[in-house]
């Protein structure tokens, strides 16, 4: 090798990406299970994702409370003897709650999956709810919750979404401490039963597999009562609010305000969704963007503003999200419009459009990486209905959209008119 010469620089759209092939399998229950085999060290993660998100609850915090206290107690262990033996075998064994689903997941050494199966199946089978545990839970709950209340940004995502969704929407809804006091043992018990004991599960496991993985997890869950997920929820209608423009004052001392700027979109099933990604990463969606350079590196208003759209499964929304001092808030949102036009009035230029194709094939490159991540696009894609058509597609749409089809897009979906628009200080 000659030091002395510079390496020839590709750009990330120059490369040629491919997505790992999973590989499938169904346990004697018909539950499916998605596996990528990779990866150079002795590890493994094994993650069940249930429907038993809030889409689900009757009674609110229902599905968070249950996901969270799987870990808690069964019949013959105790939570710290649970999280004793976890710890012996070198595992962490962790609940996560959102809005369509639950999961547990399970990351340990692939010698050890033998011996911590069936701690995971104790675990969604055998779980027993205490009244001590569920107190310790409300308390704890309520407690967070309170110190929560006093933060602006904590707050407006709170009430943003239910202006977008409408606050009985699964999306919108949030919680107060009347519903942690409302909570009862009861109605967490016939929630397990309903959406984890009987509930339709599928399972995602990567890292360096073991040969004989289908037998180690029939043997652990393939006995169980549970079904093959259908990704089919029941519709629940939006009730967006009237009101376009909310100014909140949530603390008289406070010295900055929350700005949230949202409006209903797709989800990925609409045409336009890939090409949106683009738009927003020029917009805001990236360190570069519109929104960085001018109200952050211009302006001095914000460390930091970004924009989005929500990753769920139904109805979504494009957000605009940040904090700025309280006497420059409507400031911002001025300039947020006023980049918003931009994009209307003059399309991108060919060197910022170079930028931000790089920028998403490097991020895509990133999330290829490990078997983890690439399950993780694998889960995202096969529990939103897509297949890997839908990974190339995007891959395309990121090296071929023209700057006069984003200017189209902003045009479409950047008008000021659509969105709320929220201020909490």
């Known amino acids: 090798m000659n030091r002395k010469l510079a390496p020839n620089i590709k ?3 120059e490369f040629n990406l491919q997505l790992k092939p999973y590989q499938k399998f169904t346990l004697d229950n018909a539950v499916p299970v998605y596996t990528i085999d990779a990866g150079a060290q002795e590890v493994v993660q094994v993650e069940l994702v249930f ?21 808690n107690g069964t019949t013959n262990k105790t939570a710290f003897q649970l999280n004793e033996e976890f710890e012996y075998y070198g595992a962490y064994c962790n609940r996560s709650c959102y809005n369509e689903t639950a999961v547990v997941s399970l990351s340990a050494l692939t010698k050890q999956l033998p011996a911590i199966l069936p701690l995971v199946r104790e675990l969604i089978t055998d779980s027993v709810f205490s009244e001590p545990e569920l107190d310790i839970y409300k308390q704890n709950s309520k407690q967070r919750l309170k110190v929560n209340l006093q933060k602006s940004d904590f707050v407006a995502a709170r009430l943003i979404d239910a202006q977008v969704y409408g606050a009985a929407h699964p999306y919108g809804k949030y919680t107060n401490p009347e519903d942690m006091d409302a909570l009862q043992s009861s109605d967490i018990k ?6 984890y004991l009987h509930g339709q599960c599928v399972v995602f496991v990567s890292g360096k597999l073991p040969i004989n993985l289908e037998e180690q997890l029939n043997n652990a869950f393939g006995d ?15 009730s967006p609010a009237i009101q376009k423009k909310y100014r909140i004052q949530n603390d008289v001392n406070g010295v900055q305000g929350s700005i949230r700027i949202a409006r209903p979109f797709f ?21 570069g963007s519109r929104l960085m350079s001018n109200i952050r590196e211009d302006k001095g208003y914000t460390y930091g503003i970004h924009s ?24 911002t949102i001025e300039e947020v419009y006023k980049e918003m036009k931009l994009l209307r009035d003059k399309p991108v230029d060919e060197e910022e459009l170079l930028l931000v194709r790089n920028y998403l ?6 999330d290829l990486d490990g078997p983890f991540h690439i399950m993780g696009r694998w889960k995202n894609l096969i529990l939103n209905n897509l297949t890997d058509d839908y990974f190339y597609r995007s891959i395309e749409t990121i090296k071929t959209i023209s700057a006069e089809e984003l200017r189209e897009l902003s045009k479409k979906y950047l008008n000021p008119e659509e969105f709320y628009e929220l201020v909490v200080i």
Not at 51 to 71: D, H, I, M, R, V
Not at 190 to 195: A, G
Not at 224 to 238: A, G, H, R, V, Y
């Open 224 to 238: 169980l009562s549970l079904k093959p997920f259908n990704n089919q929820l029941k519709t629940i209608s939006q």
């Open 11 to 13: 750009d990330a759209i």
């Open 308 to 331: 989005y759209v929500q990753n769920h499964i139904h109805e979504s929304a494009w957000l605009i999200s940040t904090e700025a001092g309280k006497d420059v808030c409507e400031a």
């Open 51 to 71: 429907y038993a998100g809030n889409w689900f609850e009757q009674q609110k915090n229902t599905a968070a409370a249950t996901n969270y206290l799987l870990k």
């Open 267 to 287: 989800n990925r099933q609409h045409p336009d969704f890939m090409k949106v990604m683009v738009l927003n990463t020029v917009f805001g969606g990236f360190f």
């Open 190 to 195: 016939d929630f397990f039963k309903q959406y």
């Open 361 to 366: 094939i490097g991020t895509i490159l990133g």
